[in-house]
């Protein structure tokens, strides 16, 4: 019987050992893989419920319409989601929640009060003589303003009245320069009064002041208004947060729900004082 000499056994004993070696890495990069792709999955997973979760109680706070903005809680099978409302406007300064528009899209800032069904109530409304009217962030050079104000004259007729605001001095053809009074960190403003110049409606009652950005088709930017008189409540905005208590993944949503105002037509029913027909 032939022996195999010392130093091939050695050489195969190393290479067994490589062999080994190499398998050992190439399983366990496949395990930490595997592992890893499972608790990514587990974590969109849970997400999602999370997210699902939040959405619900977003769901069930305008399904409700609580009168109260005493946080409550939505059961989602066993997950629960904390739904804080919050009262938007009522103060002397509104800001839509937030909220960035853009361009021609209406933001409405009631100026007669909301009763607990949301329908008009004229005993509650603004009573200040003048508004400060901002928006625009600074990233955009030219962002104007079209601000429509619907009113009740003495007659009882229901009016509007409309004027544009443009940020630049070059560019204000059939439009006024808006002037240098901002509101903190907004770029633009325009003060309006209601007691003289254009949007004086002495003796009448503002019921509606509606705002229309322009030339910011890309990129959404901030209103804000502000009076040294309180406008009347605006509607609610709702965060909705829910948490998967093993993993701690938390979802939030926030959700703004103002009060329905009439669509921008009829503006123009009023402007032109007459019936529109087809």
């Known amino acids: ?33 595997s592992i890893t792709d499972i608790r990514i999955s587990q974590q969109e997973e849970e997400s999602a419920r999370a997210f699902s979760a939040a959405e619900a109680g977003i769901e069930e706070a305008l399904k ?27 103060g002397n300064k509104f800001d839509f929640g937030g909220s960035k528009f853009p361009s021609g899209e209406l933001a409405n800032v009631w100026l007669i009060g909301h009763d607990v069904n949301e329908e008009l109530d004229p005993s509650v409304k603004f009573t200040g003589d003048s508004i400060k009217i901002c928006w625009g962030d600074g990233s955009l050079s030219k962002v104007s303003m079209v601000v429509a104000l619907v009113y009740r004259n003495a007659a009882n007729v229901y009016k509007v009245i409309r004027q544009g605001y443009d940020a630049n001095a070059g560019d204000t053809v ?11 960190g907004l770029a633009f403003a325009k003060d309006i009064s209601l007691t003289s110049g254009i949007f004086n409606i002495s003796g009448g009652t ?32 709702y965060d909705s947060s829910a948490t998967i208590e093993t993993s701690q993944i938390t979802r939030k949503i926030r959700q703004c729900q103002f009060y329905q105002a009439p669509p921008e037509i009829f503006d123009y029913v009023l402007f032109s004082e007459e019936g529109l027909t087809k």
């Open 1 to 33: 019987m032939e022996l195999m000499p010392k130093k091939n056994s050695g050489q195969s004993l190393l290479i067994i050992l490589l062999v080994t070696a190499v398998i050992l890495t190439v399983g366990l990069a496949v395990a930490s893989y």
């Open 64 to 90: 409700q319409r609580p009168a109260t903005d005493e946080e409550f809680l939505v059961e989602v099978g066993e997950i629960s989601a904390k739904v804080k409302p919050e009262t938007q406007g009522g």
């Open 174 to 184: 059939g439009f006024e320069q808006a002037n240098s009074g901002k509101c903190t």
């Open 206 to 237: 503002p019921y509606l002041l509606r705002l229309k950005l322009l030339y910011n088709e890309a990129t959404p930017q901030p209103i804000v208004v502000e009076s040294s008189s309180n406008f009347p409540t605006q509607g609610r905005c």
